[in-house]
């Protein structure tokens, strides 16, 4: 399982300590991509839990989708 996924920000985000979850004590940061909230872990990695290991998918719009191929402009 792998995702596309599109990311706007051209340099790191730092971490406060208000970024702290009060009640878990924690930060969880977002490692599937798929947050609303990004970069912090907001559950949308749910929607992850029935991928198929040698499948890539990207997300729009609430739905899923199967990559079958990418085209970058170096192709032929
Ligand atoms: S790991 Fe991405 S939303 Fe939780």
């Known amino acids: ?8 920000a051209t340099g790191p985000r730092k971490l406060e300590p208000s970024d702290i979850d009060e009640s878990k004590g924690d930060i969880a940061v977002c490692q ?9 872990c ?6 992850t ?3 198929e290991s040698e499948t890539t998918y990207v ?3 609430g ?6 191929r990418v085209v ?3 192709d032929e």
């Open 49 to 51: 839990d029935d991928e």
């Open 42 to 47: 907001d559950g949308s990695h749910r929607q």
């Open 1 to 8: 399982m792998t995702r596309l996924v599109e990311l706007e």
């Open 59 to 61: 997300y729009e719009n």
């Open 72 to 74: 970058t402009t170096d």
């Open 32 to 40: 599937c991509g798929l947050a609303e909230s990004f970069p912090f």
């Open 63 to 68: 739905e899923r989708s199967v990559v079958e």
